[in-house]
């Protein structure tokens, strides 16, 4: 489980040094962010799996309890469910407790509940999955494979954003449960961070092509293009929490960060999307902060 491009890696190492160097943070603030990942979380899960609720809608079934009209049973307690699981991985990650069978199954049954009669139990028969180049392992080596993968988690020192990447592409390739094993994956991804001391990480469905061609990429052996997928996750994340501290750090559109620079916002988002600047898109458009605009003209800055 090697970890991914190494300029990616400093972003994040430095990041997490920054938001490490900030703690604790007040109870305020970590209420805020708590609510807002849950629902951003919740929704974008749910999205890409194919559920129609919009970002305000969840926001109205989860903080107000409305029904939307228009939108199915199923679709509601998707939403429901899924920030309850949510909630409970945010719980665990405070008691320190280890992923194992039992964490799996129960955070399934929260995501689940009311949607499938074996909510909570590992599939008793074989499944296959349209456009997958794998079938996903027979159901009688479930547990012999979920054995392996928990065990690769205990490795000392490995990687932490490399093995979360491990992590969520071998669960969904073992593919466990019947159906919500993707809702799952992403919620035991996160799991695996809080405990190691990240932030959650939220796969924006805007990028849900990008996140199943990377899968399928590492269903044929090629593990790297994930990681980097999830690594730019985790290093959005860790942008996002930093900057609730404003002053350098705090995130802006491009468009007003080029103003005070050598460059213009349609080439420092071409920077952007080649990796070289330190960026975070948000509702699809791409903000930076200050300390990364002056990181990157230093390194590829103009004479």
Known sequence: MNPPD???????????????????????????????????????????????????????????????????????????????GYDLIVRLA??????????????????????????????????????????????????REMDTLLAALEEPDSDVVATSAYLHHRFVAIHPFTD???????????????RHGYPPVILDKSDRQKYYRALHDADNGDLAPFTRFLARAVSDSLSHCIAVAGGEAALVPLRDL???SPYSQEYLSLAARKGLLDATRIDNVWHASERALEAYIQKHGRK
């Open 258 to 260: 080029a103003k005070g």
């Open 6 to 84: 190494s300029h990616l890696m400093e972003w994040i190492r430095q990041k997490k040094d920054r938001l490490d160097a900030l703690s604790p943070l007040s109870p305020d603030l970590v209420t805020r962010l708590h609510e807002e990942i849950r629902l951003r979380h919740t929704y974008n899960s749910n999205a890409i799996e194919g559920n129609t609720l919009t970002l305000s809608e969840t926001k109205l079934v989860l903080e107000e309890g409305i029904t939307i009209g228009g939108k199915s049973l199923r679709e509601h307690l998707e939403a429901t469910n899924n920030a309850q």
């Open 94 to 143: 405070g008691e320190k407790a280890p992923i194992n069978h039992v964490t799996i199954q129960q955070i399934h049954e929260i995501v689940t509940r009311g949607i499938l009669e074996d909510a909570g139990r590992y599939r008793t028969r074989n499944v296959r999955i349209t456009g997958a180049s794998k079938s996903p392992a027979d159901w009688s080596r479930i547990v």
């Open 180 to 194: 919500g094993n993707g809702r799952v994956a992403r919620l035991l991804t996160n799991l695996y961070l809080l």
